[in-house]
């Protein structure tokens, strides 16, 4: 079997597992987040941390509420680092740097999970377990809880009622992430991936030297980070160490994790509103976009465009011989249209096209599916702002689910659209006027890449690398955390902002003049805006990096 048609049948498989679990993962997460009832664990922790559970928020107090978890979180997290000498099961490591602690304490509470460190020697492992690990589930459930009370805007009228965010944070964490998690880490045991708690073992390599390997709790955080679409590993080198993913059958079970929730979410959109079937257009949308950046970059890492490649048939340098091209240019493909960031291949080594399509995946917006709760917020946003397009080109004030798009929801719409583009492009300004973009390993086309790579990596809370930039200074830790607590929470308050004005209007009923949302037209709109804004906002740096490169 030759490797192209190994990988159309990799593909595939995803895709019928993801179609064969839409509906009734899609149908038990809506029970989730629409029932009543809280079971007496969850009583528990309302009691514990003052919540009336029956008592809903408006948007603001619900915004409040997703930003006051997250500083605490954010701080719990940093003096967790800064104090991990004098904790158990600290392995001798000395206290993470401040720029390094700040830095990481933003990447996982903003679910980015960017990493200028090499896990195995920089923390503990209750720094992973307690700190690390924990960020990865509740900040997964953040975006979920944000995606929800966005979907209730639509569907409610005459409120200022979204839910309640601490009852929505509890049930999906404790209810759909924990015991998916729990499954998935004893499958990935089975597989190989390593469960312990040991400090390391001494081995001989095949070379003769010694080598110390670090072991630790790596399944469980393994899950999690790829079900919470994360991405941060508990090895420097990430989904590539064999102890993190030994084997192809986990390479798929691991993309499957990392698509899974955000390409069931919809189902979840469509029953809230009660029409499935704008559900069926939402995914359509995702699945669309998410084949043409699968198939694109398999076919210029198949291609192998350079003179090596050529000679040898393939681009393998930065992959692992387990996976093989495709599996690599498929796992990089779902990591980077989802928010996951997760690696199990080096993107700085992919051809020049091939890396485009990393970038241009997240300068999407990650919305197809993107990430656990934002790849569905963001690409209801670009559904409301098609709309718009739509109705300007009628002459109608356009809606969306019986909802009227004016000045105001617009207005939200589009600061939400226009925040990442200003982070990306002044952070990579910024790191060329002062300096900072030299400690990229390449110079020209390339090194830009690298430096456009991190910020749109970081503003986009994706957290992968080209791993070609030292980005382990105060300049570059400072900088790109900034990205990362803009580009994730600046976002979320316009979100809630819009589901705040949207479910106090009264239901518009359909007219002979109402844009169905749900057809194949309305579908290849929001397709078309989809890449037409990207375009239109990312060509020229995009022309002057891998594009020149490339061509």
Same mark, same amino acid.
């Given at each position: 079997m030759s490797m192209t048609t190994a990988g159309v049948l990799f593909v595939l498989s995803l895709v019928v597992a993801l179609v064969a679990v839409h509906r009734p993962f899609g149908d038990h997460m809506y029970r989730v987040v629409a029932g009543?009832?809280?079971?007496?664990?969850?009583?528990?922790?309302?009691?514990?941390?003052?919540v009336d559970p029956a008592?809903?928020?408006?948007?603001?107090?619900?915004?409040?509420?997703?930003?006051?978890?997250?500083?605490?979180?954010?701080?719990?997290?940093?003096?967790?680092?800064?104090?991990?000498?004098?904790?158990?099961?600290?392995?001798?490591?000395?206290?993470?740097?401040?720029?390094?602690?700040?830095?990481?304490?933003?990447?996982?509470?903003?679910?980015?999970?960017?990493?200028?460190?090499?896990?195995?020697?920089?923390?503990?492992?209750?720094?992973?377990?307690?700190?690390?690990?924990?960020?990865?589930?509740?900040?997964?459930?953040?975006?979920?809880?944000?995606?929800?009370a966005l979907v209730r805007g639509f569907a409610r009228s005459r409120t200022g009622e979204l839910g309640n965010f601490?009852?929505?944070?509890?049930r999906v964490t404790l209810r759909i992430l924990l015991p998916i998690a729990v499954l998935g880490a004893l499958a990935l045991m089975l597989g190989g991936v390593v469960q312990n708690l040991s400090g390391g073992t001494d081995v001989t390599t095949l070379t003769g030297g010694a080598q110390t390997v670090t072991g630790g709790p790596v399944?469980?955080?393994?899950?999690?980070?790829?079900?919470?679409?994360?991405?941060?590993?508990?090895?420097?080198v990430n989904s590539s160490h064999p102890f993190e993913n030994p084997t192809a059958w986990t390479n798929w079970l691991e993309i499957f994790l990392i698509l899974v929730i955000p390409f069931s979410l919809p189902r979840v959109f469509g029953r809230m509103v009660g029409q499935k079937r704008q559900g069926y257009a939402i995914v359509a949308v995702m699945a669309i976009l998410a084949l043409a950046s699968i198939t694109l970059t398999n076919v210029f890492e198949l291609t192998g465009d350079g003179t090596v490649p050529q000679a040898v048939g393939a681009a393998m340098e930065g992959k692992e011989v387990r996976f093989d091209v495709s599996n690599s240019a498929t796992f990089a493909a779902a990591t980077t249209l989802t928010s996951t960031g997760a690696v199990n291949s080096f993107h700085d080594s992919y051809t020049a096209l091939g890396g485009m399509m990393t970038l241009g995946n997240m300068m999407l917006g990650e919305v197809a599916p993107g990430g656990v709760g934002a790849g569905l917020y963001g690409l209801l946003i670009l559904a409301v702002i098609t709309v718009f397009v739509a109705g300007l080109m009628v002459g109608r004030t356009p809606e969306y689910?019986?909802?009227?798009?004016?000045?105001?929801?617009?207005?939200?719409?589009?600061?939400?659209?226009?925040?990442?583009?200003?982070?990306?492009?002044?952070?990579?300004?910024? $790191? #060329? *006027?002062?300096?900072?973009?030299? =400690?990229?390993?390449?110079?020209?086309?390339? %090194? +830009?890449?690298?430096? @456009?790579?991190?910020?749109?990596?970081?503003?986009?809370?994706?957290?992968? $690398? #080209? *791993?070609?930039?030292?980005?382990? =200074?105060?300049?570059?830790?400072?900088?790109? %955390? +900034?990205?990362?607590? @803009?580009?994730?929470?600046?976002?979320?308050?316009?979100?809630?902002?819009?589901a705040g004005s949207l479910a106090?209007?009264?239901?518009?009923?359909?007219?002979?003049?109402?844009?169905?949302?749900?057809?194949?037209?309305?579908?290849?709109?929001?397709?078309?805006?989809t890449v037409v804004l990207v375009a239109l906002t990312f060509l020229p740096a995009l022309a002057l990096g891998p594009l020149a490169e490339g061509l």
């Open positions: 009543t009832r809280s079971s007496r664990v969850e009583r528990g922790i309302y009691r514990l941390v003052g008592a809903e928020q408006t948007w603001g107090v619900y915004a409040r509420s997703v930003l006051a978890f997250s500083a605490v979180s954010l701080l719990f997290l940093y003096a967790f680092q800064r104090l991990q000498n004098h904790l158990w099961l600290s392995l001798g490591f000395d206290p993470v740097v401040p720029h390094g602690a700040w830095n990481t304490a933003v990447s996982f509470v903003t679910n980015t999970n960017w990493q200028w460190y090499s896990g195995e020697s920089t923390m503990g492992h209750l720094v992973q377990m307690a700190g690390l690990a924990v960020q990865n589930f509740v900040s997964a459930a953040v975006g979920i809880a944000v995606a929800v601490w009852v929505d944070l509890t399944a469980s955080q393994e899950v999690i980070k790829e079900l919470g679409t994360n991405g941060g590993g508990f090895y420097n689910l019986g909802k009227k798009i004016g000045s105001r929801e617009i207005k939200f719409a589009s600061m939400y659209f226009l925040i990442t583009p200003a982070l990306v492009l002044t952070g990579t300004a910024a $790191a #060329f *006027a002062t300096g900072n973009a030299s =400690t990229a390993l390449n110079v020209g086309p390339h %090194g +830009l890449s690298e430096v @456009l790579y991190a910020f749109t990596s970081a503003s986009n809370n994706n957290g992968s $690398a #080209f *791993a070609g930039i030292t980005v382990n =200074t105060p300049w570059w830790n400072t900088a790109l %955390g +900034l990205c990362m607590l @803009l580009g994730r929470f600046l976002p979320i308050i316009f979100v809630l902002a819009l106090r209007q009264q239901p518009t009923p359909a007219s002979e003049g109402t844009l169905p949302t749900h057809r194949p037209l309305f579908v290849g709109m929001v397709v078309g805006v």
